[in-house]
Nanobody, 123 residues
């Protein structure tokens, strides 16, 4: 079991930037790929992107590619989501997740969820 604690959410103007942090505790962080998901009010939770343990593969959905950057620091048991050029449609609760990533079919199997952090982008 890998407890995940997220931080960094808040209110930002359109065009601005925000960086989310997801910190894991325990001794098994290095065994998992990490993913980011988001859920807007009244909508289903959607996949945003993922990063493998060694960071050799980093994947993003087309809607955020070129604007968002996922990175991780295994020595600190931490993963980041840097969000740039934010748009009002990016407003959502953002969740980090630990799991298994399969690059052949771009599948992320979630094993543990973070609690979520609210990101609000004003126009």
């Amino acid at each position: 079991q890998v407890p995940l604690v997220e931080s960094g959410g808040g209110l930002v103007q359109a065009g601005g930037s925000l960086t989310l942090t997801c910190a894991a505790s325990g001794r098994t962080f290095e065994n998992y790929a990490m993913g980011w998901f988001r859920q807007a009010p009244g909508k289903a939770r959607e996949y945003v992107g993922a990063i493998t343990w060694s960071s050799n593969i980093i994947h993003y959905v087309r809607s955020v590619k070129g604007r968002f950057v996922i990175s991780r620091d295994n020595a600190k048991n931490t993963v980041y989501l840097q969000m740039n050029s934010l748009k009002p449609e990016d407003t959502a609760v953002y969740y980090c997740a630990a799991g298994d990533y399969y690059s052949d079919d771009v599948e992320f199997e979630v094993r543990y969820w973070g609690q979520g952090t609210q990101v609000t982008v004003s126009s």
